[in-house]
């Protein structure tokens, strides 16, 4: 598979800038501290909230991550063959909470003018299957060669999410604006090629830091994560979670964790939205 990005060809779909930020919430997962936080214990368990999030244009929408596969989870026989690390089940609520959120915050399928990955990690890119024969699904270069020449089940990297005939991929290389008022920043550490998102509000900047900082914690103490793909890549995380936390202390710019529990409860999901 050969993919380019092509920043133009994404921009032309969407007129003005974000109007709304709909948080999405795609299910739960039992993840040990030491995984989210470097240093962290192994025995403690969290049951952190899976998020990802659509941005509004005027005349269109950007989906941000896709969550679980709800049909390989809730299968007895496609589950045990995926998820092999003990202590692991993707909690996931009824129906399907991509398409559920979706059609509940208004949003139409044909108006969507791409997606974003912010990784390929198996509890964000289940969705994709949706996507086949669709808009663009646009991913960091050094990510999109990781997920298909070295990743495997026990990088929690699903090639049935993502190996799959009619996925227009458009790859970046480092920071991009991807659309008005929506950047892709390069926050690799988590994955080799991990990004994070900057959606401009108005007068206010919201930063999705996804898997590059879990928890509050990661960016208020500068603690990268506590789990990288490749072990050459803990330095890197370690740049990135400086990255985000340098961006916290900008004025009207919030930083996003993607796993928080205590920062999701008091945050709205959608259909609730940001504007």
């Known amino acids: 598979m050969t993919a380019e990005f092509n920043s133009s060809k994404l921009k032309l779909k969407l007129k003005g800038r974000p109007t709304k930020l709909f948080p999405l919430l795609f299910g739960w997962e039992p993840i040990p501290e030491s995984v989210s936080l470097r240093g962290g214990r192994q025995d403690v368990f969290i049951l952190e909230p899976v998020t990802g999030a659509a941005v509004a244009y005027e005349n269109g929408w950007v989906l941000i991550d896709t969550g679980f596969n709800p049909d390989l989870s809730r299968d007895?026989?496609?589950?045990?063959?995926?998820?092999?690390?003990?202590?692991?089940?993707?909690?996931?609520?009824?129906?399907?909470?991509?398409?559920?959120?979706?059609s509940?915050?208004?949003?139409?399928?044909?108006?969507?003018a791409f997606c974003a990955m912010s990784h390929l990690h198996c509890d964000h890119g289940g969705g994709l299957r949706l996507l086949v024969d669709g808009p663009p699904v646009v991913i960091q270069e050094r990510e999109f060669d990781f997920a298909m020449n070295r990743a495997g089940l026990e990088h929690a990297y699903f090639r049935s999410d993502y190996v799959r005939e009619g996925l227009n991929w458009e790859l970046v290389s480092g920071d991009a604006e991807l659309a008005p008022g929506l950047t892709a920043i390069l926050t690799n550490g988590h994955t080799p090629g991990h990004m994070s998102f900057a959606v401009e509000l108005g007068d206010k900047k919201i930063v999705l830091a996804c898997d590059a900082a879990d928890f509050m914690k990661n960016?208020?103490?500068?603690?990268p994560c506590g789990e990288t793909a490749e072990l050459r890549d803990r330095d890197a995380a370690e740049i990135s979670i400086n990255r985000l936390a340098d961006l916290s202390l900008i004025e009207n710019t919030e930083v996003w964790p993607g796993h928080d529990p205590e920062f999701w409860k008091i945050h709205?999901?959608?259909?609730?939205?940001?504007?």
């Open 219 to 223: 960016i208020v103490e500068r603690i």
């Open 104 to 112: 509940a915050s208004g949003l139409s399928w044909d108006n969507l």
């Open 268 to 275: 709205k999901i959608a259909p609730e939205f940001y504007s």
């Open 76 to 102: 007895a026989d496609l589950r045990a063959a995926h998820f092999t690390w003990p202590n692991y089940c993707a909690v996931i609520p009824p129906g399907d909470p991509l398409v559920d959120q979706i």
